[in-house]
């Protein structure tokens, strides 16, 4: 079985985290999988909700999506005081799990053209397949010779590939384009603009309730 991590910071989950990973998961026949809330490095934006409250909002968002379910070792307090590497936790979850069970790591088109700022990027493939995303607005090829030259070397167009090996494959799925992103959201919410259609009605709610994202009424 292959496991499947989606990490992300969820601020707040959306449309453009749901809908591609339900399609990814028929297409490659994944099972499960497990969204990770990350904890914020000190120097990057912090995310505007607080991680209870991000998290509030994933269990929300999954509770009639058996597909999904949370994995919180990114957030859980030990680790509050310290920023997630995703590498960090590939590594984690080998010495747990050693390396002959398969793990993907989803993200998307975006994600993987930022990599090269990601620490010890160009290991994580090591440790888990990497599982692409479509995303509206970013190119499938990249100008960064080595990081296109990384993605050829290692992209895969067969399923069968990710089942066979524990590790080591790119693969682009054919995800349905979302225009959604969690910054648009927050700034629709502050501009007081409809933002319904784009998240879990639940989360909708919640957001609402706790007046999240909305400096006016903070
Ligand atoms: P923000 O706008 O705050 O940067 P975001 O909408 O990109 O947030 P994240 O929680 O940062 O959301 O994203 C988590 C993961 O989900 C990333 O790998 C990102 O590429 C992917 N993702 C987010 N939105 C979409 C989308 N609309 N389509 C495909 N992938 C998405």
Redesign the pocket.
Known sequence: MLTAL??????P??Y??IH?AIALAKEIGLTQISLLPNQIPPHKPQPEATTEQRLEMLNLAIEDLPLFSIDTREISSEKLMRPSYTIETLEKWRKENGYQKGLAF??????LLSLPTWHKWQTLLDYCHLLI????GYAEKTDDMELQNWIDTHQTTNIKDLHDCPFGYIFFAH?P????????I?QNINNEQNYKNLLPTKVWHYIHQHALYNAKKK
């Open positions: 989606f990490g992300g910071t969820f601020d989950v959306h453009g985290h591609p989803i993200m998307g088109q975006d994600s995303c479509r995303r509206p995800t384009l979302e225009n959604v992103s969690a910054t648009e927050r």
